[in-house]
C-alpha cells in the first residue's frame, strides 16, 4: 500500500487555498512519487504539545 501524508496548514486570510493545495501536493510528489497519497487539510491553529511547542512531524507510519 502506498504511503499517506497528511499536512495540516494556516493560511492567511488572503490566501488562494485551492492554489496552496496544488502547490503542496505538487512538491511532495515531485520529492516522494506520485504513488504517495497527499491529503491537505486547513485548521485554525496548529496542535501544540504540553510545552507549546508544534510538531513538524506527528506520527510516522510506513505503509504496510
Same mark, same amino acid.
Given at each position: 500500500?502506498?504511503?499517506? /501524508?497528511?499536512?495540516?496548514?494556516?493560511?492567511?486570510?488572503?490566501?488562494?487555498?485551492?492554489? $496552496? &493545495?496544488?502547490?503542496? *501536493? %505538487?512538491? /511532495?510528489?515531485?520529492?516522494?512519487?506520485?504513488?504517495?497519497?497527499?491529503?491537505?487539510?486547513? $485548521? &485554525?491553529?496548529?496542535? *501544540? %504539545?504540553?510545552?507549546?511547542?508544534?510538531?513538524?512531524?506527528?506520527?510516522?507510519?510506513?505503509?504496510?
Amino acid at each position: 500500500a502506498p504511503a499517506t /501524508l497528511r499536512v495540516s496548514l494556516v493560511p492567511a486570510r488572503d490566501e488562494d487555498r485551492q492554489e $496552496v &493545495e496544488r502547490e503542496i *501536493r %505538487t512538491r /511532495l510528489h515531485d520529492r516522494f512519487g506520485a504513488s504517495v497519497t497527499v491529503e491537505v487539510g486547513f $485548521v &485554525e491553529e496548529l496542535e *501544540r %504539545t504540553q510545552g507549546g511547542k508544534t510538531l513538524a512531524v506527528i506520527a510516522w507510519r510506513p505503509a504496510l
